[in-house]
């Protein structure tokens, strides 16, 4: 039990704590073609994310076995354009990078820009919660939410 986890059950012993982390699935790309986590190890990839912690994106590339051979970084909730695009693609291209990979999240803002080039694959790492602990207690918590079962002092 963490710290943390400690001192919440202190103020409030009964409190459902549920522990989970993002675990990739796969490379999506936008002709709807996947590429397993296995088969991403040993790719070049080059790497673009406008998010809060691009340590962390770029932490799960490597950990796949990924040649991360460069990135870009952008501000958080940062507006895409298909110049950002084409230089993107062109840095990617200089680096003999395989593959253009994104977050989910920045791949709905790019989705709908036209790709630069053809030659290098653009894709998104596809992710998914995973339960380390207490998955059980908070279905049934938000079923009992659901179903009105819950009072207010609760």
């Known amino acids: 039990m963490s710290e943390l986890e400690r001192k919440l059950r202190a103020i409030h012993p ?4 549920a522990r989970s982390i993002h675990a990739p699935l796969c490379a999506r790309s936008a002709d709807q ?13 080059f790497a673009f ?11 799960t590339i490597r950990g796949l076995g990924c040649d991360l051979v460069g990135s870009k ?12 695009l084409a230089g993107i693609y062109n840095q990617a291209e ?15 803002k790019i989705s709908r820009l036209a790709p630069a080039k053809k030659n ?14 207490g ?4 279905t049934a918590l938000i079923e009992d939410a659901v179903a009105g079962r819950i009072s207010e002092s609760s």
């Open 49 to 59: 994310c406008g998010i809060g912690n691009p340590d962390a994106f770029l932490g």
């Open 14 to 17: 009964g409190m459902v704590i």
């Open 135 to 138: 998955e059980g207690q908070l």
């Open 94 to 108: 200089h680096l003999g990078a395989d593959l253009i990979l994104t977050t989910q999240k920045d791949w709905t």
């Open 73 to 84: 970084f952008y501000d958080d909730h940062y507006r895409y354009t298909d110049e950002c």
């Open 33 to 45: 073609g996947e590429v397993s986590i296995e088969g991403l190890g040993g790719k070049r990839v």
């Open 120 to 133: 290098i694959s653009l894709a998104y790492l596809a992710i998914e919660i995973e339960f380390l602990a």
